[in-house]
Nanobody, 129 residues
């Protein structure tokens, strides 16, 4: 399962970079990566996703222009750079990897659930002064 790192406590306006180490990466399959979050008392939501090639990305409206998703297939790692953090970004962030026989779009990864998803345990991000 994917392993997230990089969470922590940061002041409003600060930055964090989340990493997702995924052993599910393999040369035989296509892998899409997604970052999801769940805040206390709220439904889980898709924050950002990226296709296998990296050519397709998707962002939740509230994080556009603040968050950037990327991946390094040679390192089997995905990233979420989070800038200008706000208190409402406080949540547990989960990395999700989806394995398939063909490349899917980032939107499909974020919008549609699949039984082929591997979820990480999550990393806490707290934005507070």
């Amino acid at each position: 399962h994917p392993v997230e790192s990089g969470g922590g406590l940061v002041q409003p306006g600060g930055s964090l970079r989340l990493s997702c180490a995924a052993s599910e990466f393999t040369a035989r399959y296509y892998t899409a990566i997604g970052w999801f979050r769940r805040a206390p008392g709220k439904e889980r939501e898709a924050v950002s996703c990226i296709s296998h090639s990296g050519n397709s990305t998707y962002y939740l409206d509230s994080v556009k222009d603040r968050f950037t998703i990327s991946r390094d297939n040679a390192k089997n790692t995905g990233y979420l750079q989070m800038n200008s953090l706000k208190s409402e970004d406080t949540a547990v962030y989960y990395c999700v990897v989806r394995i398939g026989l063909w490349e899917i779009t980032a939107q499909e990864m974020c919008v549609l659930t699949s039984g082929d998803d591997y979820w990480g345990r999550g990393t806490q991000v707290t934005v507070s002064s």
